[in-house]
């Protein structure tokens, strides 16, 4: 995997309301399809994306930001972290690099961050369009998410004294516990060294109520899935043990001709797992989209 620092060294900040968001550019900016933009999940950062990037980066334009709270973005201790405030750090990463239609590809949190955008999608309120909608093992349906013994503590009168008390060896066993392809010490020691800056780890309370964000907005944001008018793709690692199966199934259901692909050997992060089979099946079903007129 690409180094975390040279990672940083390819991207750069920028500016929300909240603070400082940063975000990365790579591939062909005249490629004649619509950028990527990636959302990663909770609690590592786009550098979880940094292989699949780089595959993709000699037929494809991709953006990618580390949201609020993660990676080497701003992680103020006053902010919300609510999904609202994230899909407004989307949208000026958006902006930032000019993106006027893109395939939008979402992973674990990043995937309740997609809906906001179309729930904004549907209400005028999205500065560019969607051409298509990939989600990748995230829990939409929170009702039937199976979260780890971690997340409950950290959504309990505990949290912030666990969070305090988390670190590297606790950080990556828990992680650990979640693919069915676990990478190497030192992929997972990057992870670490990423949530750890400024503190991460202090935020994760106040981050994991994104979790409650998704019962109490569940209309809104279901309502716009069961809305969408493009084409999109429900692509899962069945070895997932915390977004399990049925969300996948649920999803397929609801989403107007949604495809349905199983990785029928791969976890929580199949982007990491197996990144060149991922990055194949993923770009074949954009290569499928049809584009209406800009």
């Given amino acids: 995997m690409i180094a975390i620092e040279e990672f940083r060294a390819r991207g750069r900040f920028v500016p929300t309301v909240d603070g400082k968001v940063f975000a990365i550019a790579s591939g062909k900016e005249d ?16 550098w979880d994306f940094a292989d699949a990037i780089e595959l993709l980066a000699p037929r494809r334009r991709v953006v990618a930001l580390d949201f609020l709270g993660f990676g080497w973005s701003d992680k103020p201790p006053e902010l919300g972290y609510s999904l609202f405030e994230q899909a407004d750090a989307t949208i ?14 979402a992973h674990d949190m990043g995937t309740s961050v997609a809906t906001e955008l179309l729930a ?18 995230g829990s939409v349906h929170i009702e039937m998410a199976q979260l780890t013994l971690g997340q409950r503590v950290l959504k309990s009168p505990l949290g912030p004294l666990f969070a305090r008390l988390n670190n590297r060896r ?11 392809r ?3 010490d030192a992929e997972l020691d990057a992870m670490w ?11 994760f309370p106040q ?3 994104y979790t409650e964000e998704r019962a109490r907005f569940r209309r809104r944001w279901i309502g716009a899935l069961e809305r969408f008018d493009r084409p999109a793709l429900v692509a899962w690692g069945r070895l997932d043990p915390v977004a399990v199966v049925p969300i996948a199934e649920q999803l397929a259901r609801e989403i107007p001709g949604a495809a349905l692909l199983f990785w029928d050997d791969l976890g929580h992060y199949p982007q990491v797992e197996d990144t060149a089979r991922v990055v194949k099946d993923v770009e074949a079903f954009w290569n499928r989209v049809r584009l209406p007129p800009p």
């Fill in 182 to 184: 676990p990478p190497s």
């Fill in 31 to 46: 490629a004649g399809e619509p950028p990527v933009l990636v959302l990663h999940g909770f609690p590592t950062s786009s």
């Fill in 193 to 203: 060294e990423l949530a750890a800056r400024e503190d991460g780890p202090a935020r």
């Fill in 92 to 105: 000026a990463a958006a902006e930032a690099f000019n993106l006027r239609r893109v395939h939008l590809w």
């Fill in 170 to 180: 606790t950080f990556k066993a828990q992680l650990r516990r979640v693919f069915a």
């Fill in 207 to 209: 981050i994991i109520r």
């Fill in 120 to 137: 904004r999608r549907e209400r005028g309120l999205l500065p560019f369009e969607i051409a298509s909608l990939v989600l990748m093992n």
